[in-house]
């Protein structure tokens, strides 16, 4: 496992900035991981990786990428922020249906 997350480490780091991204797709087959169209597999190294190697990575719809700077850190920050504001408004009309406190 350790060989595999130095070798992603090493594959991120060369994609720094929000132009330079790199798909789980991409990054499964440099590793030699068989995959579903999930990548669950490879997105858990791809966070435990991170994590492990301290590195400001972030995501979206096109792929991972180092952050560069202040303005990619922020954009990031309130794309996740959003993320959890969707979620939280998921959440709240699930357990209001659920409840029938709709009807």
């Known amino acids: 496992m350790d ?3 130095e070798k992603l480490r090493d594959i ?3 994609h720094t900035g929000k132009q330079n ?3 789980s797709a991409q ?3 440099q590793l030699g991981i068989i995959e579903d169209a999930t990548y669950a597999t490879t997105r858990a190294l791809i966070l435990a ?3 492990k190697y301290e590195i400001a990575l972030a995501a979206d719809a096109r792929g991972y990428y180092v952050i560069s700077n202040d303005e990619e850190y922020y954009n990031y920050m309130n794309n996740l922020d ?3 504001s969707g979620i939280c408004e998921r959440k709240r009309i699930i357990t ?3 409840k ?3 009807r």
């Open 3 to 5: 060989i595999k997350m």
């Open 12 to 14: 991120l780091l060369t």
């Open 21 to 23: 991204r790199i798909t």
């Open 27 to 29: 990054i499964a087959a």
């Open 49 to 51: 990786t991170a994590e």
């Open 82 to 84: 959003a993320r959890i």
């Open 96 to 98: 209001s249906n659920y």
């Open 100 to 102: 029938g406190e709709n």
